[in-house]
């Protein structure tokens, strides 16, 4: 089985990632033939961006997931934009990707509703590109947090597309979403998602945040009205913490439900806090070992580029010579 999953280097990871994403990375990179992880910088310029900062993050990115448990010997990591094939790969990709498709892509509605200077049309493209990311090195599992459905079919589609027109070449690839905490919710508003750019600030526990910031926003989290401690529908708040809190000590919902039956929201939010506390305490002291050695970043980050050239090169061969680009072989 081959993995793909790539992140983006955008300020810092929050407990949604890590949950929904990071924790599966690690989870599958023994599982992977091999296992493939990106950090999308090109990704990273759809929306506005500071070119210094830009760097500076995927150095930080990197630091996080090498802190997560990612090991550069078990697994592939490296950065995007290292591997000229992606830039390729998207624009012969895009001359099977239906408009209609890119113009009814949520994330694409969302963000583009954000942004107050330019919709850039690098943001309609976005989706491409992440099917680029995939198809070129043939993966056939992308673990993904629940919002990045509609793009996972997307990506399937665009290789149907290319097979039935050129033969079989790419691989139609299936997303992994976690049972549990697939959609971690912002916790002042648990209708929405938890995320750094449409979030609120109070409501994302960042992985690196101190011990007693992460404290505060869950003992602050919104809850609802009632007083049982149960999933449901009308508790999207409780829910969102259940699910939490069953991640963070590796147990099942329904454990969490009967352990805490009878507390009160106080309680269990203190319970939870000092979970996600105790959760996330080793990867941000790893990270603080991790992040100051930019070589050694740079170093993981070059040796998994050229591994990953030498599989997405092997595509872009075939992609090319079967749509007639280039002269022949
Ligand atoms: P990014 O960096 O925005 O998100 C990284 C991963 O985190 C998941 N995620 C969540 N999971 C649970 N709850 C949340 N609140 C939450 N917020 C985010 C996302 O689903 C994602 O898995 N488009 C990708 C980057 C990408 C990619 C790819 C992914 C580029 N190329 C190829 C897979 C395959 C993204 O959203 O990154």
Redesign the pocket.
Known sequence: MRI?????P?GS??L??Y???IRQYVEGQDDGDPAIY?I?DL?AITVPWDPAELRSNVHDTTALLLAAGLAPERCLLFRQSDVREHSELTWLLAALTAWGDLNRMHQFKEKSGKQRELVSAGLFFYPV??AA??LAYRADT???????RQ?IELMREIARRFNERFGETLVEPEHRIPEI?????DLQEPAN???TTGGTEQGTVLVLDEPEVVTKKIKSAVTDSGSELRRGPDKQGITNLIDVMAVARGVTQEQVESEFDGSGYGDFKGAVAEAVVEFLAPVRQRYQEIRPDEQALEDALGAGAEKARAIAAETLVEVRAAMGIGSAA
Do not use: W
């Open positions: 793909f999953s790539g992140i983006q955008t990871k929050h949604g990632n949950i929904g994403a990106c999308v990704h590109l992440q990311d995939v992308v673990p993904v947090g629940e919002d990045q793009h905490g697939a959609r971690i919710m998602k938890m995320s």
